[in-house]
């Protein structure tokens, strides 16, 4: 079982930056394929980067450019590296972790399946 705990987001100007981070316990990240998505209560979530277990990364259009997602696996951390905000950035991050390895991390960002783990998000709000 993997505990995953956000943290890092807050609020910014637009043109601002922040780092999510991404603490994962009870098993290595190197297993996973694990991603960020936003996601706002009510609504569908929306893939915004994606990396997996050979470190090949994707992501959602909007972010190319200005988000950049790592692993750091001496403090078994994922990272989200969100640089030059919009207010479009604005809602409830989570990152998820899967150990199914069946996905690119380009299908990652589109899918639809309940991952194996989430956390329960962090939220940032671009003005």
């Known amino acids: 079982h993997v505990q995953l705990v956000e943290s890092g987001g807050g609020s910014v100007q637009a043109g601002g930056s922040l780092r999510l981070s991404c603490a994962a316990s009870?098993?290595?990240?190197?297993?996973?394929?694990m991603g960020w998505f936003r996601q706002d209560p009510g609504k569908s979530r929306e893939g915004v980067a994606a990396i997996d277990v050979g470190l090949s990364t994707a992501y959602a259009d909007s972010v190319k450019g200005r988000f950049t997602i790592s692993k750091d696996y001496s403090l078994n951390t994922l990272y989200l590296e969100m640089n030059n905000l919009k207010p479009e950035d604005s809602g409830i991050y989570h990152c998820a972790a899967d150990g199914r390895m069946d996905l690119s991390p380009v299908g990652w960002l589109s899918s639809r399946r309940t991952f194996d783990y989430r956390g329960q998000g962090t939220q940032v709000t671009v003005s």
């Open positions: 009870g098993s290595s990240i190197r297993h996973y394929s």
